[in-house]
């Protein structure tokens, strides 16, 4: 097991900014592709951005390409995900993922997860 405690979530208003942490135990975090997904009501869970094992390499969902930012910090250990210009369908619960592969945009790929953090945009 890797343990992914992930944090920050909150409620906010439209067009707000959020940062959420997402802190790895055990390995360093070099050793993962690690990875942010999202869950709203009655949708599945969905990508929303994945940074590699060389922290240079990052990809993003298209509905959140130059308005979320993913970035690690290997010294803390932790990934983070910069929201800003939040819409009311950012609301959602976020997960922080770890792969030890190479697993993309594919949820089933990443054999470690966080309980999630919930993020609340009012419109």
């Known amino acids: 097991q890797v343990p992914l405690v992930e944090s920050g979530g909150g409620l906010v208003q439209a067009g707000d900014s959020l940062r959420l942490s997402c802190v790895v135990s055990?390995?360093?975090?070099?050793?993962?592709?690690m990875a942010w997904f999202r869950q709203a009501p009655g949708k599945e869970r969905e990508f929303v951005a994945t940074i590699g094992q060389g922290g240079v390499y990052t990809d993003y969902a298209s509905s959140v390409k130059g308005r979320f930012a993913i970035s690690r910090d290997t010294a803390k250990n932790s990934v983070y995900l910069q929201m800003s210009s939040l819409k009311f369908e950012d609301t959602a619960v976020y997960y922080c993922?770890?792969?030890?592969?190479?697993?993309?945009?594919?949820?089933?790929?990443?054999?470690?997860w966080g309980q999630g953090t919930q993020v609340t945009v009012s419109s």
């Open positions: 055990g390995r360093t975090i070099s050793s993962y592709t």
């Open positions: 993922a770890a792969s030890t592969r190479y697993p993309g945009t594919r949820s089933e790929g990443y054999s470690y």
